[in-house]
């Protein structure tokens, strides 16, 4: 089984990040094929400025070998590293219908906040697609959010298939059983996210331990005190998904150890909990981040593992489609 999901490079990564996507790679490594591109081109789908993208993106190959990615037993890349990606795209754009990429739930959100927006940022979702169909991924492992992309994803591989003859493998995204939409310390009813959460409503995996501290100890709860997970307490749910992720007991479980205990009590235990998950990472990371040489090499042999078999897709891809070889 392949397994393949990318992250941007921008932004500090939060626990919604390490919740949802990368804890999840670290436990599949081991059992599947996995590929994992730092995607920068999808980065630039905002504006963004050259020198803190080139840090930025060494910083998150050194966090993501932090938490337990081992770029031995996976492949680590950076998208750009592979020029087989774009090139897909462009394929797969000529197969996606303006209407159905205008309508992704993601483009409308980020198009509203500004007025000059890119194209880029519309086709945003059919590189997505072109990073999973070049790798044949059978799974994609990643948060809710990414459920419309991961949709088209697999249109665009019927598609293509149905018209040229089977080429990609139709993949499936995956989503955890717990923490697949980490919330908003300050607002739970939105997700936390780097785009939209204020500085309190989201934990960095990089925060000091008192800041985690302090953000977990004023996240909102609800009106009530039972520690128990209900549609009506999305602040106490969130909190419970945190702490079970934290310490890998099971939500039930966790409830019963609260049971009357108070929010007060919880989220202070909550802030420890998270704090214990993320120390020793920051500690990894600042060694890493130390060794840019090291994590240039480590890049260097994920993008040509990565060239090898986007290559081989891409030549199939441009044969069915018609062009005639180079
Ligand atoms: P990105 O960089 O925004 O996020 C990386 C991963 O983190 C997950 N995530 C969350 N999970 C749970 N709760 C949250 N609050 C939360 N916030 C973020 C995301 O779902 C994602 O899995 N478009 C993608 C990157 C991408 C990709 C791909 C993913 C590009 N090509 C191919 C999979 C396959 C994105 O922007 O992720």
Same mark, same amino acid.
């Given at each position: 089984? #392949? ?22 790679? %670290? ?7 996995? =590929? ?26 050194? *966090? ?27 394929? $797969? +754009? ?14 409308? +959100? ?16 059919? $590189? ?5 169909? $070049? ?27 149905? #018209? =040229? ?15 697949? @939409?980490?919330?908003? $310390?300050?607002?739970?009813?939105? #997700? ?10 989201? %934990? ?28 009506? @307490? ?31 009590? =919880? ?37 040509? @593992? ?7 897709? *891409? ?5 069915? %489609? ?5």
């Amino acid at each position: 089984m #392949r397994v393949l999901s990318g992250i941007q490079p921008t932004g500090e990564k939060h626990l919604g990040n390490y919740v949802g996507a990368i804890r999840r790679w %670290v436990a599949e490594q081991h059992e599947m094929d996995a =590929f994992h591109p730092i995607v920068d081109l999808h980065a630039i789908t905002v504006p963004q400025e050259p020198e803190a993208l080139r840090e930025s993106t060494l910083d998150l190959v050194a *966090l993501l070998i932090a938490c337990g990615l081992d770029p031995e037993v996976c492949t680590l890349f950076v998208q750009s590293h592979v020029p087989e990606h774009p090139r897909l795209a462009w394929v $797969l +754009e000529c197969m996606t219908p303006y209407g159905e990429a205008r309508r992704m739930p993601q483009f409308r +959100e980020k198009s509203a906040k500004s007025e000059n927006f890119s194209v880029g940022l519309m086709t945003y979702p059919v $590189l997505q697609a072109a990073d999973i169909l $070049l790798y044949q991924a059978d799974v994609v492992p990643v948060g809710e959010d990414q459920r419309q992309h991961l949709e088209l994803a697999r249109d665009l591989a019927q598609r293509f298939n149905q #018209r =040229f003859g089977e080429t990609f493998v139709v993949p499936e995204g995956t989503y955890g059983e717990v923490g697949a @939409k980490i919330m908003d $310390l300050q607002e739970p009813t939105s #997700r936390m996210s780097t785009t939209f959460s204020g500085d309190l409503g989201l %934990v960095r995996v990089l925060d000091p331990p008192d800041l985690i501290r302090r953000k977990l100890r004023s996240a909102v709860t609800d009106s009530g005190r039972d520690v128990v997970r209900s549609e009506d @307490k999305p602040g106490v749910t969130n909190l419970i998904e945190i702490m079970a992720v934290a310490t890998g007991d099971s939500p039930e479980a966790i409830e019963a150890r609260y049971d009357g205990a108070g929010y007060g009590k =919880f989220k202070e235990d909550v802030g420890e909990a998270v704090v214990a998950l993320f120390d020793p990472i920051r500690l990894r990371y600042a060694d890493l981040r130390g060794n840019p040489g090291e994590l240039h090499a480590i890049l260097a042999r994920g993008a040509e @593992k990565a060239h090898g078999i986007a290559a081989e897709t *891409l030549a199939q891809v441009y044969e069915r %489609v018609g062009f005639v070889p180079p």
